[in-house]
């Protein structure tokens, strides 16, 4: 059992940047990949990025490439989300999850996941 406690989230005006935090339960984080998912009103949960258990690699959403970035400190049980150049269309509730499998890139291939942190963005 994992559980995970996403902060960070809050009101930013577009342009500005927030840096969302997902601190993980557990000894056995460095096994887990990592993800990120957000979730606007009327839309399905999409994929924002990843990060594998041992931060070799990373993988990102084309709608955040080059904004976004994805870290992990697994001494601290924790991965992080650093987001820049917010925009308004990014404004959704962000979650974090932990996948023990593979097939970062679905909802459905994730075990865990924290109750979200709401991200909006002002134009």
């Known amino acids: 059992q994992v559980q995970l406690v996403e902060s960070g989230g809050g009101l930013v005006q577009a342009g500005g940047s927030l840096r969302l935090s997902c601190a993980a339960s557990?000894?056995?984080?460095?096994?887990?990949?990592m993800g990120w998912f957000r979730q606007a009103p009327g839309k399905e949960r999409e994929f924002v990025a990843a990060?594998?258990?041992?931060?070799?690699?990373?993988y990102y959403a084309g709608s955040v490439k080059g904004r976004f970035a994805i870290s992990r400190d697994n001494a601290k049980n924790t991965a992080y989300l650093q987001m820049n150049s917010l925009k308004p269309e990014d404004t959704a509730i962000y979650y974090c999850?932990?996948?023990?499998?593979?097939?970062?890139?679905?909802?459905?291939?994730?075990?865990?996941w924290g109750k979200g942190t709401q991200v909006t963005v002002s134009s």
């Open positions: 999850a932990a996948c023990s499998s593979t097939g970062y890139y679905s909802p459905k291939n994730y075990d865990y």
């Open positions: 557990g000894r056995t984080f460095d096994r887990y990949t």
């Open positions: 990060i594998r258990g041992d931060a070799g690699s990373t």
